[in-house]
């Protein structure tokens, strides 16, 4: 039998205790999930917010609708409570209010922008603004207020300048709240990387920086 050199399991111990350190060194700086069947460089980017927004609607007129008042919510909240000229109220969850503005895009895109039926309401206020951020499309070829990295986007349909959105809203008042509650909800997001293919988050980070980037 060979006979077992003195020092082999030191060097095991000491080499569990480096490793650990590491791991150590490694966790305690945020950085989470890994492994080892992902390269250096191999990530993806993914953005998450945190705020939403509750909507409030009334029909004016037959087929005609404006937005009352906007609030911020947490991201899960966001709806859109429609009154409708007989007194009935619905309330429309975030992917109804989606799905409505889908298929007006879809039907009837040269439309779009061009009158304030339910679903161009949903579009240009504020709901319609979190749910281009946080979905695709991004609604960008529509609203004035999504921009490209340079700030200088300006979409090809619907509305082209940001002030024709307040034909949406019942008065300049409501109007002019919806910018502070867009810039809430992009300012709520959060940033965080992780391995491609995988749903282990590596970082995060919250943005602060100039609106509607």
Request: net charge positive.
């Amino acid at each position: 039998m060979t006979p077992i050199k003195n020092n082999t399991f030191l060097k095991k111990v000491k080499d569990i205790t480096v490793s650990g350190s590491l791991a150590m060194l490694v966790l305690g700086t945020g950085i989470y999930g890994c492994s080892p069947n992902n390269t250096e460089g191999d990530y993806e980017q993914s953005e998450v917010y945190n705020q939403g927004v509750r909507t409030y609607i009334k029909e004016i007129s037959k087929g005609e609708f404006k937005i009352t008042e906007e609030i911020i919510v947490p991201a899960d909240s966001s709806k859109a409570y429609v009154t409708y000229l007989d007194g009935h109220e619905e309330i429309l969850t975030k992917d109804q209010a989606k799905d409505l503005i889908d298929d007006e895009i879809t039907h009837n895109p040269t439309r779009v922008g061009h009158h304030n039926g339910l679903s161009n309401v949903l579009l240009y206020g504020g709901l319609g603004y979190f749910l281009g951020r946080t979905s695709r499309p991004n609604y960008g070829y529509y609203r004035p207020d999504f921009r490209d990295q340079s700030n200088n986007y300006t979409p090809s349909g619907g509305v082209k300048n940001n002030s024709d959105m307040g034909k949406y809203y019942s008065n300049p008042e409501t109007f002019a709240k919806s910018t502070a509650v867009n810039r809430s909800v992009y300012q709520s997001r959060t940033r965080a990387a992780r391995p491609s293919g995988s749903r282990s988050v590596f970082f995060g980070s919250r943005s602060r920086s100039g609106f509607g980037g």
